[in-house]
């Protein structure tokens, strides 16, 4: 009889695949594709988003020099403008002052980032949205990315206290969102807009695009797995039948009407998050690997949520986690800077090709200027290793930065090219790993970045 481990041996298979690069057109990827998004309490929060919170400052940094923060979600329609305060961050009572505003310049000054800032359309005043759109233009300026009119309009009619009562379809939204636009811009002319995000209609993307050029500058959208009262793990380890077409639909529509199409609210699982899912090692390669599936499908950048949620707790999916102005990272934060590490600013997507006895196998191609900059790979087994080859895509020298840990279910123990996120938001590998020859082994359960060096860049 075997031993459990000579039968685990046994169970354990070591996978054969090769890849190589394919002719085609690249996709471009902005730099300032990577984002974090927050609920309207984080913007009115005083010592949060601050320059002075010099760790949160860090954790941005470490992520690239160019980003977009989101300030939206359920919230934005429970959020009024009050320039002398007082400061609320109640979920259903929020209240920005103009304090709020300056300090969340003073962050994205010192991040070199811009914001997305969403008005209170589901059940706002008009004119208060113009004073409060001055203002945000005013104090945040050339940081401003775009203004939003609410947050996933097409649901305004649903709920035991909708926002709109029927009907309530794209034609009459369009109507309201010219009026506001219109009002706006007389006051603050030149003001860039995003819309029409929404919770989930591609139909209404698809709408907004065809009747509403020159009225819109980006397209907005959200995603998330499921509920996290039915998530599992599977959600997050496989491919989501849908979600190509989706992002294949959506790059299409951006395609056709020259816009560029936003994912500017997503993460696992709505609700803030599945405990003992989103916060584990799982999440860090499904964040890696949408990243990238985003990116490879020409979307504009990538809003993942963090922070205290529109149910008033930290969401289990953060990749930066807040305790009152106290900061740490989560495991998905991992996903996200193995993304910015395989990334450069001009880079673009280049396309891959897999053979081999695996489909538990994903690779990402990465160039810059034509040339090929780097490789990802994750390997989904959780028992299989995986030895890829590389022939003829010149890696021999390429630095090896892995993305692993104990186990799927490890909160802790995450690490990035050998090193963990510092005490101060730094993050630097451990050790220095090249690549040998035109094959490398992938344990199972990991990813692992394949870089070319500086002076190939």
């Given at each position: 009889?075997?031993?459990?481990?000579?039968?685990?041996?046994?169970?354990?298979?070591?996978?054969?695949?090769?890849?190589?690069?394919?002719?085609?057109?690249?996709?471009?990827?902005?730099?300032?594709?990577?984002?974090?998004?927050?609920?309207?309490?984080?913007?009115?929060?005083?010592?949060?988003?601050?320059?002075?919170?010099?760790?949160?400052?860090?954790?941005?940094?470490?992520?690239?020099?160019?980003?977009?923060?989101?300030?939206?979600?359920?919230?934005?329609?429970?959020?009024?403008?009050?320039?002398?305060?007082?400061?609320?961050?109640?979920?259903?009572?929020?209240?920005?002052?103009?304090?709020?505003?300056?300090?969340?310049?003073?962050?994205?000054?010192?991040?070199?980032?811009?914001?997305?800032?969403?008005?209170?359309?589901?059940?706002?005043?008009?004119?208060?949205?113009?004073?409060?759109?001055?203002?945000?233009?005013?104090?945040?300026?050339?940081?401003?990315?775009?203004?939003?009119?609410?947050?996933?309009?097409?649901?305004?009619?649903?709920?035991?206290?909708?926002?709109?009562?029927?009907?309530?379809?794209?034609?009459?939204?369009?109507?309201?969102?010219?009026?506001?636009?219109?009002?706006?811009?007389?006051?603050?002319?030149?003001?860039?807009?995003?819309?029409?995000?929404?919770?989930?209609?591609?139909?209404?993307?698809?709408?907004?695009?065809?009747?509403?050029?020159?009225?819109?500058?980006?397209?907005?959208?959200?995603?998330?797995?499921?509920?996290?009262?039915?998530?599992?793990?599977?959600?997050?380890?496989?491919?989501?039948?849908?979600?190509?077409?989706?992002?294949?639909?959506?790059?299409?529509?951006?395609?056709?009407?020259?816009?560029?199409?936003?994912?500017?609210?997503?993460?696992?699982?709505?609700?803030?998050?599945?405990?003992?899912?989103?916060?584990?090692?799982?999440?860090?390669?499904?964040?890696?690997?949408?990243?990238?599936?985003?990116?490879?499908?020409?979307?504009?950048?990538?809003?993942?949520?963090?922070?205290?949620?529109?149910?008033?707790?930290?969401?289990?999916?953060?990749?930066?986690?807040?305790?009152?102005?106290?900061?740490?990272?989560?495991?998905?934060?991992?996903?996200?800077?193995?993304?910015?590490?395989?990334?450069?600013?001009?880079?673009?997507?280049?396309?891959?090709?897999?053979?081999?006895?695996?489909?538990?196998?994903?690779?990402?191609?990465?160039?810059?200027?034509?040339?090929?900059?780097?490789?990802?790979?994750?390997?989904?087994?959780?028992?299989?290793?995986?030895?890829?080859?590389?022939?003829?895509?010149?890696?021999?020298?390429?630095?090896?930065?892995?993305?692993?840990?104990?186990?799927?279910?490890?909160?802790?123990?995450?690490?990035?090219?050998?090193?963990?996120v510092d005490a101060r938001g730094r993050w630097s590998p451990a050790g220095e790993e090249r690549l040998q020859s035109d094959s490398l082994a992938l344990p199972p359960a990991s990813a692992v970045v394949l870089r070319q060096p500086r002076e190939q860049n």
């Open positions: 009889m075997l031993s459990a481990g000579a039968a685990a041996g046994c169970l354990r298979q070591e996978k054969q695949a090769s890849l190589r690069l394919l002719p085609g057109p690249s996709v471009s990827v902005p730099d300032n594709f990577i984002g974090l998004g927050y609920e309207m309490s984080s913007a009115a929060q005083l010592g949060l988003l601050s320059a002075e919170n010099t760790k949160y400052l860090q954790l941005v940094r470490t992520l690239g020099a160019h980003g977009v923060l989101r300030f939206g979600g359920i919230t934005a329609d429970f959020t009024t403008y009050a320039p002398d305060g007082p400061v609320r961050t109640d979920p259903k009572d929020i209240v920005v002052s103009q304090a709020s505003l300056e300090q969340l310049r003073g962050f994205l000054d010192a991040t070199g980032w811009t914001a997305l800032y969403s008005l209170n359309f589901g059940r706002g005043i008009l004119d208060e949205a113009v004073v409060e759109a001055r203002a945000v233009q005013s104090i945040l300026g050339p940081r401003l990315e775009a203004i939003e009119l609410g947050n996933e309009v097409e649901n305004y009619r649903y709920g035991d206290h909708p926002l709109r009562q029927a009907p309530w379809d794209f034609a009459n939204y369009l109507a309201e969102y010219r009026a506001w636009r219109r009002a706006i811009l007389a006051a603050v002319p030149g003001l860039r807009f995003a819309a029409p995000d929404t919770a989930a209609s591609v139909e209404w993307v698809e709408a907004m695009a065809a009747e509403a050029r020159g009225e819109v500058q980006l397209l907005t959208t959200h995603f998330y797995l499921g509920d996290q009262r039915s998530a599992t793990l599977a959600q997050l380890i496989e491919r989501d039948p849908q979600l190509a077409s989706k992002l294949e639909r959506l790059s299409r529509i951006s395609r056709d009407s020259r816009i560029p199409w936003r994912m500017c609210e997503t993460n696992s699982f709505f609700g803030g998050g599945h405990p003992g899912l989103s916060d584990t090692f799982a999440a860090s390669l499904w964040t890696l690997d949408y990243l990238l599936l985003l990116a490879q499908h020409g979307c504009a950048g990538v809003n993942l949520q963090t922070g205290v949620n529109h149910l008033g707790f930290v969401s289990s999916y953060s990749p930066i986690r807040t305790n009152g102005n106290e900061v740490d990272v989560g495991a998905p934060y991992y996903g996200m800077l193995a993304f910015a590490a395989a990334r450069a600013v001009g880079a673009e997507m280049l396309s891959i090709e897999i053979a081999g006895s695996t489909s538990e196998l994903t690779a990402y191609a990465i160039g810059k200027e034509g040339q090929l900059r780097s490789i990802v790979l994750l390997n989904w087994s959780e028992v299989n290793p995986i030895s890829v080859s590389l022939p003829g895509l010149g890696l021999q020298s390429a630095q090896v930065l892995r993305l692993k840990a104990p186990s799927l279910a490890s909160k802790e123990g995450v690490r990035f090219g050998g090193g963990v």
